[in-house]
């Protein structure tokens, strides 16, 4: 099993349609990220977390909110989808300073929005 | 500012060439961690090595190999005797003292058998 788990893996919205991406992890990492992965664009940061009660816009975080229900849980909202939203979505967890922030991914959500 | 540079967009080698992917950094930090990921065509993004800016030690993983260069800011990634499984977008990262990471654009390799 996935050490960080993605739901769901692919989903196709509409336009204006709510969209809630769930990220779970089992690696027992206090920092949680979402990233949006776009052709051409590289990764970009949306939102971090760096525990349960600390939440942080990345840069693109316009369209976008987050909960962090958890520690091991971390959901990215779209509240109104629009098409320029279709991309793939990235969970990723780091353990913090002591283990060299290494960041590990998830494997990925594509979301189309029609 | 803190920014990765991967000049390569698309290589493209035979099987059992070498080759090497170039990454440039550029950061103001004194620490920060350097890192690069595989992502094949079924979309995850695996993590392959992390060096800290005081370890410039070269480092070596199977065909795999690293040239960390802090004169040059850079961090290039090679593979020997390339193989069609290599094939994949490969990201060099920088980790900023925010926690954050920042990525290159990306190179794609085409390893052709």
């Known amino acids: 099993d996935a050490d960080v788990t993605q739901t769901p893996r692919n989903r196709i919205t509409k336009t204006g349609k709510r969209i809630m991406l769930e990220c779970s992890q089992t690696?027992?990492?206090?920092?949680m990220y979402w990233y949006r992965q776009d052709p051409g664009l590289g990764l970009r940061l949306i939102y971090y977390?760096?525990?349960?009660?600390?939440?942080n816009k990345g840069e693109i975080s316009d369209g976008y909110s987050v909960s962090r229900q958890a520690q091991a849980k971390f959901s990215l909202s779209l509240e109104s989808a629009i098409p320029n939203q279709t991309a793939l979505y990235f969970c990723?967890?780091?353990?913090?300073?002591?283990?060299?922030?290494?960041?590990?991914f998830g494997e990925g959500s594509w979301l189309t929005v029609v | 500012a803190q920014k990765v540079t991967q000049a390569q967009t698309e290589i493209s080698v035979v099987e059992k060439e070498d080759v090497t992917l170039d990454c440039v950094y550029e950061?103001?930090?004194?620490?920060?961690?350097l890192f690069w990921y595989k992502q094949p065509p079924s979309g995850e993004l695996v993590f392959l090595i992390r060096?800290?800016?005081?370890?410039?030690q070269n480092e070596i993983s199977g065909r795999y190999s690293w040239n960390f260069q802090k004169s040059t800011s850079s961090f290039n990634f090679t593979i020997t005797a390339s193989q069609v499984v290599d094939s994949a977008v490969y990201f060099c990262?920088?980790?900023?003292?925010?926690?954050?990471?920042?990525f290159g654009q990306g190179t794609t390799l085409q390893v052709k058998p």
């Open positions: 990723a967890t780091s353990a913090g300073e002591q283990a060299g922030n290494t960041i590990y």
């Open positions: 690696k027992g990492h206090d920092r």
């Open positions: 977390s760096f525990d349960v009660k600390d939440i």
């Open positions: 950061t103001r930090d004194t620490t920060y961690y």
């Open positions: 060096r800290n800016s005081f370890d410039e």
């Open positions: 990262a920088l980790r900023s003292n925010t926690g954050k990471l920042i």
